[in-house]
């Protein structure tokens, strides 16, 4: 009787209704929708496409990826098939009534509207904007590191698109606060924090860098406390909600980012690590750590860890 009945793990994340505050990252087996309706059917709260650009793209050459010690470095480099060609994956996931968040980015702010008025209009409940890919220089790369350009690509989505808008923020700044600030004046509605940490390998052996790009975005248990710290710091600026997102790999990992200001999270190297169970694992988590704490929802510990 009773037991974790009463415990809710829905969350209202900025006018976007999840049934747990758990989504996968972006990236992260976001290609097709099959594989996103298994990670729907594992227990996430939405799912996240991979990051579609104007355009087709293959990417980087091989090698893009490397397991490092407690974390991956990646740079793929953005392959994708380009966002007209996924609409379809988009409108099969909405009818099996899947909840949807299209990532996306683009090189101009021309390109960024039109992007975001084909996905809203293919049905995605909403969208996230990716201005942080370490790996492409002078393209759609680090816009997430410049103030205005942040507030005004993100306002120039807003002007065409009325679902949530996640903006999706880069570590690899000086002041991550002052950015998610630009992102919430220009109507962001949510912050996503963090994407990858810049970072390079190099082979003793071969005396050259691993990755063809040289440089790559350092995700999986390394990152999180980085990316601790930069929920932390967003929490103590900006009142929009913040999806926590850097090395969550279990459920403790998952309660420190709602503490320190997550609403919610995603999950992306873990899915590598520990498999597709990681999103029931990480529910059945939270829900008896908010039982044996005696609160009843996500929405009452977060930020928690500011109060003190
Ligand atoms: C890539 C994109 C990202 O946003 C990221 O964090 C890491 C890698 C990429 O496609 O290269």
């Known amino acids: 009787m009773g037991g974790l009945t009463s415990i809710s793990l829905a969350v209202n994340l900025a006018g976007l209704s999840i049934r747990s505050p758990v989504l996968n990252a972006s990236g992260v087996l976001g290609m097709s929708a099959p594989l996103l309706k298994r990670v729907w059917d594992n227990g996430a709260g939405a799912v996240v496409t991979k990051s579609l650009g104007p355009q087709p793209r293959d990417g980087h050459r091989n090698p893009t990826l490397l397991e490092v010690d407690c974390g991956i470095i990646n740079a793929m480099g953005l392959p994708n098939p380009g966002y007209e060609e996924f609409l379809n ?27 975001a008025r084909a ?14 890919c370490p790996n492409v220089e002078g393209e759609p790369g680090m816009c997430a590191a410049d103030e205005l350009s942040v507030e005004q690509v993100t306002h120039a989505v807003k002007s065409v698109s009325k679902i949530p ?18 992102a919430e004046r ?9 994407n990858t940490l810049k970072a390079m390998a190099i082979d003793a052996d071969f005396k050259r860098p691993i990755l063809t790009n040289i440089t790559g975005g ?10 601790l710290r930069c929920v932390w710091e967003i929490s103590e600026e900006v ?70």
Do not use: M
Not at 94 to 109: C, D, L, R
Not at 186 to 194: E, M, N, R
């Open 239 to 308: 009142k929009i909600p913040i999806v926590g997102c850097g090395g969550v790999s279990n459920w403790r990992d998952a309660v420190e980012f709602i503490l320190a200001g997550a609403s919610a999270l995603e999950v992306g190297s873990a899915l590598k690590s520990v498999g597709f169970g990681v999103f029931s694992d990480i529910n059945s988590g939270i829900e008896k750590y908010l039982k044996n704490n005696e609160y009843k929802s996500v929405g009452e510990i977060v930020g928690l860890a500011h109060k003190g």
């Open 89 to 115: 994956q988009i409108r099969e996931l909405k009818e099996q009534k899947v909840v949807v968040v299209a990532s996306f980015f683009a090189s101009t702010i021309k390109e960024f509207a039109e992007s």
């Open 186 to 194: 220009g109507g962001a509605d949510a912050i996503t924090s963090v």
């Open 119 to 132: 996905l809203t209009s293919s049905g995605a409940d909403a969208l996230e904007l990716n201005l942080s």
């Open 165 to 182: 808008l996640l903006v999706k923020l880069s570590p690899n700044v000086t002041d991550i606060a002052l950015i998610a600030k630009a």
């Open 218 to 227: 350092l995700s999986g248990p390394a990152l999180k406390p980085v990316a």
